[in-house]
């Protein structure tokens, strides 16, 4: 794991040495252990290198970056994982491939070499990296079909940057950064961001999940995302559920045993939900003897907390347990930076809590550590998507059953049957419709936005509603999970997990999230998702049947790293209304009734909202980045 950072200049600044080093400077905490760089000036412009280092595989300078290959002919810097490298490299071998190195990276590098992006689908892992071609004078710019490592880039005629943070970034810049008023908008209306290519900086742009771009260095600007993976829509399976169950889990213990390949010491982030508790008793299962760490968020005298299941978990495969519990006075004192690893606003406190985890997997000198990510994305996870699932079953006829599933999901703890409502109308609506019924349903203009100034600089007040894959009749859940995967959920979770782990130096890793056990997910009938009954993970639940306690598989309630919000929030009022006053900077914020919202909040005049950590949350991050 990482830091990378570069760029081309068809005439470079004078201070580009300095501005290069701060960039890499931005990036210590991703890599600490090496730190690397070259540079390439000739008529053609000048193409600089740069890599920070957090040696996992290889700890020797053997895996020192930029790595050339042999021919000199290609430069590499690679952020992320590649689990699978021994396989491919005894592969690269028989086609005349020579290694010097037991790292990932020439593995890599050797693929690229061989295969172009051909590779990409053979690769398991998490990755984001550009290559340099030094004949075709081309930057080739790669990231994961997740999007689980990410990758920024500023490309303009004359001049194509690149980094893993966007601050880092930032320092190659000349000028000074503004920022994109549509995604700000979309953030504090909608809760939208991390959904699509545009960032919150203007000119900042994120190479999608499962994209790559090859800019010609003569003239960048032509140059456009190329998808390489996206979620494969096939029929759906014909094994029966115990064979479904039987793959599947061939497949995730696979995935948990390329995932424990490294060189210095793994742990698990453990939440005590169904996925993480997989992760934890599969590599018990695989890994008998070994030591298995687990760091867990405590919220104290929180009723929404997991620690008992966790401490099950722990129980059953003997972990050496870690926990950490935070309070609102700890959240403001951690609050710049925490929103300086993020990098852009983001959604919830939640985020503070896994920031705590890895802050605590660092000082207790565990370095890389296994998360759950992924699960409730590829296994209808969450609630269920009742609305998909009933719409489903609408179209496939089976009118009886979905008066049945109905009737049992709503039976489940924390479940309302207006979420069906909604989400099917959500699914089924027309545009037209579906834009009226957005209108009439509450979502007013809120009173501390500037709609005129907003207006003027051509911000959309509506969100664009999500395009779905064509899946036809009677697959609304996998349609809806396909969606998810790239452009919705899953994109920020990997976000927040990226920056706060790699803020303290510590890789997170994701075994859930690998094309083979996607493809297979994905392929499942939506009942083996979803039961008849409303359980979630069906399928998954009988997989891991004899792997984890049974009492863990059975439970029916669904938390995560939930935190007190709104206690901590209370808790630190006076701070808030502080953090609130810097809003007068902002042209599109109004101070005052931002000001009156939130004391009519603390009052009790009006109920708690999540709005207030967003106000906070986007205000600080405005001020810290210094943005016009």
């Not at 590499?76 to 005349?96: C, D, H, P, Q, S």
């Not at 099917?424 to 019924?437: C, E, G, K, V």
Request: glycine share 6%; proline share 4%.
């Amino acid at each position: 794991m990482c830091g990378i950072t570069g760029g081309w200049w068809a005439t470079a600044p004078k201070n580009l040495d300095e501005k290069f080093r701060s960039s890499l400077n931005k990036l210590k905490n991703r890599g600490p252990n090496d730190l690397g760089s070259q540079c390439y000036r000739d008529s053609r412009g000048t193409v600089m290198l740069g890599h920070t280092r957090l040696s996992i595989i290889d700890l020797t300078a053997a895996g020192h970056q930029p790595m050339l290959s042999k021919d000199q002919r290609f430069s590499i810097v690679f952020n992320g994982e590649i689990y699978n490298y021994r396989e491919l490299r005894k592969e690269l071998a028989t086609l005349g491939h020579s290694f010097s190195s037991d790292s990932d990276t020439e593995v890599l590098l050797a693929a690229w070499q061989e295969w172009d992006v051909g590779s990409l689908e053979r690769l398991e892992g998490m990755f984001a990296f550009v290559v340099y071609d030094t004949i075709r004078n081309t930057l080739s710019c790669v990231r994961d079909a997740f999007g689980i490592k990410p990758l920024f880039y500023d490309i303009q005629q004359h001049r194509f940057l690149f980094s893993s943070e966007q601050a880092a970034l930032l320092s190659l810049r000349e000028e000074k950064s503004k920022a994109n008023w549509q995604r700000c908008h979309d953030y504090l209306v909608h809760s939208d961001y991390d959904s699509q290519q545009h960032t919150f900086i203007d000119g900042v742009e994120h190479l999608l999940p499962g994209h790559w771009l090859e800019v010609h260095l003569p003239n960048p600007s032509v140059s456009r995302q190329q998808c390489w993976w996206r979620p494969e829509l096939r029929p759906p399976s014909d094994l029966t559920f115990a064979q479904a169950a039987e793959a599947i889990r061939e497949q995730f213990l696979h995935n948990i045993r390329l995932h424990l390949r490294s060189d210095v010491p793994l742990g698990a982030a453990l939440s005590g939900g169904v996925d993480s508790s997989a992760v934890v008793c599969a590599m018990r299962h695989v890994q008998p003897d070994m030591p298995i760490n687990t760091f867990t968020f405590v919220a104290d005298n929180f009723a929404k907390s997991e620690e008992r299941w966790a401490d099950q978990i722990n129980h059953f495969t003997g972990a050496h347990e870690h926990k950490i519990s935070a309070t609102g006075e700890d959240l403001a004192r951690d609050l710049d930076n925490l929103i300086k690893a993020q990098g852009e606003p983001f959604g919830s406190t939640a985020i503070y809590a896994h920031y705590r985890v890895c802050q605590l997997t660092r000082d207790r000198g565990v370095t890389v550590t296994l998360e759950g990510h992924g699960g409730d994305e590829l296994l209808a996870g969450y609630t269920g998507y009742p609305g998909y699932r009933l719409l489903s079953l609408l179209e496939q006829g089976n009118l009886l059953e979905a008066q049945r599933f109905t009737r049992n999901w709503a039976r489940w703890p924390d479940r309302q049957y207006v979420h069906v409502w909604q989400q099917l109308a959500a699914a089924a609506l027309p545009d037209p419709m579906y834009r009226i019924a957005r209108r009439t349903s509450g979502r007013r203009t809120p009173t501390w936005l500037n709609v005129d100034i907003m207006a003027e600089a051509g911000v959309r007040p509506l969100l664009g509603r999500t395009v779905k894959a064509k899946m036809g009749k009677g697959r609304r859940v996998t349609e809806h999970l396909v969606s998810t995967l790239q452009s919705q959920n899953l994109p920020s979770m990997l976000r927040h997990s990226d920056r706060s782990s790699m803020h303290f130096s510590v890789e997170s890793r994701v075994p859930f999230l690998t094309l083979p056990l996607a493809n297979l997910l994905l392929s499942m009938p939506e009942h083996y998702l979803i039961s008849v009954n409303g359980e979630t993970k069906s399928v998954f639940r009988a997989a891991m049947r004899g792997i984890v306690p049974d009492e863990a598989l059975n439970r029916r309630d669904k938390i995560g790293f939930s935190t007190p919000e709104k206690v901590w929030l209370f808790e630190i009022a006076h701070k808030v209304r502080d953090w609130l006053q810097a809003s007068e900077r902002i042209p599109f914020l109004d101070r005052r009734a931002l000001l009156d919202s939130f004391d009519s909040v603390v009052a009790g005049r009006t109920p708690f909202t999540w709005q207030i950590w967003r106000w906070i949350n986007f205000i600080r991050w405005y001020e810290t980045f210094e943005l016009e």
